[in-house]
């Protein structure tokens, strides 16, 4: 009879330590995912701000009185400085292919509509409203 104690000690045991490794693995899944919407957050926010710089950048120098031949390079430079390009290249590593596309055409396509297309899709990745004035 000492073994039926025995043996449902260990059945115990071995459920209460399954339990408890189901529960961390649960929790460890739930934090995880929690930490991987504020990475995309945070690079979603870095990358439009960085869009935005771009804008006003390239709005002032389109004002700025410089040389036809220095325009290129100036435009060049003022496009590449707030880091969107780069940024753009992380989005590749954590966002959803349709962040990424999204992002491409918002660099290379009509840049206020492809940029609020993002915003849009970004939204909708972090579980926001489709817009913000729709509540």
């Not at 260990?10 to 930490?35: F, M, N």
């Not at 390079?73 to 992380?90: D, K, M, S, W």
């Not at 609020?116 to 926001?128: I, K």
Request: glycine share 6%.
């Amino acid at each position: 009879m000492e073994w039926i104690s025995l043996a449902s000690t260990a059945l115990g045991a071995g459920i209460g330590i399954g339990s408890t490794l189901l529960v961390d693995r649960v929790r460890w899944r739930r934090e995880r995912a929690g930490h991987d919407l504020d990475v995309r957050r945070q690079m979603y926010a870095d990358y439009t701000a960085a869009l935005s710089r771009i804008r006003t950048a390239l709005n002032e120098c389109a004002q700025e009185d410089i040389p036809a031949a220095e325009r290129p390079r100036r435009v060049r430079e003022v496009f590449l400085t707030p880091g969107a390009y780069e940024i753009r290249h992380q989005l590749t590593i954590v966002a959803p292919p349709e962040i990424v596309e999204a992002a491409r055409s918002g660099l290379e396509g009509r840049f206020d509509a492809a940029v609020a297309e993002l915003r849009t899709v970004m939204r909708l990745d972090l579980g926001a409203a489709k817009s913000i004035t729709a509540r």
